[in-house]
């Protein structure tokens, strides 16, 4: 079975640091472009990063610019997300994303709450 599952969510105050992880199972990561996704409340989801599965190549939302890094490491068919300096505003439910051609994956969600 396909699975993406996110982890390493909670709560944490403003200013401070998480990492969100992302296992993946059912499918071979490399060559899929993956990327992170975030649903706040009130709002629809919105893509926050993704980084093509060739070369590396990474986007991200300018409202994370900076603050968040993502990573990948095929051998453990993982991605990550480092987040730093985060905001009450970046609170919301994150999904790992991976798709290649006609298949698309979405994970289950963790969510991130951070307090002022």
């Known amino acids: 079975d396909v699975q993406l599952q996110a982890s390493g969510g909670g709560p944490v105050q403003a200013g401070g640091s998480l990492r969100l992880s992302c296992a993946v199972s059912g499918f071979a990561l490399d060559q899929y472009i993956v990327a992170w996704f975030r649903q706040i409340p009130g709002k629809e989801r919105e893509g926050v990063v993704c980084?093509?599965?060739?070369?590396?190549?990474?986007i991200y939302a300018d409202s994370v610019n900076g603050r968040f890094t993502i990573s990948r490491d095929n051998a453990e068919n993982s991605v990550y997300l480092q987040m730093n300096s985060l905001k009450p505003e970046d609170t919301g439910v994150y999904y790992c994303?991976?798709?290649?051609?006609?298949?698309?994956?979405w994970g289950q969600g963790t969510l991130v709450t951070v307090s002022s």
């Open positions: 994303d991976a798709q290649r051609l006609f298949y698309r994956y």
């Open positions: 980084m093509d599965g060739y070369d590396g190549k990474t």
